[in-house]
């Protein structure tokens, strides 16, 4: 994935956890978008693997 989408998802992440949702999403919506494919399925593995950057809870399994 190019940096400057891992900055953009990277931002989105403290955003939503900051409960400004409605920014986060106009500043990933454009880059997830305009992802071909190959970048678009990247960003898919990301956002499964860091779901907690969005929400700021941690997961029980990671605990662990």
Do not use: C
């Amino acid at each position: 994935m190019r940096p400057s989408t891992l900055r953009t998802l990277k931002r989105a992440a403290e955003l939503t956890r900051q409960n400004r949702l409605t920014e986060a999403v106009l500043i990933a919506e454009p880059v997830i978008l305009t992802a071909d494919s190959y970048e678009g399925d990247e960003i898919l593995r990301w956002l499964a693997d860091h779901v907690t950057d969005f929400t700021g809870e941690i997961d029980e399994e990671t605990r662990r």
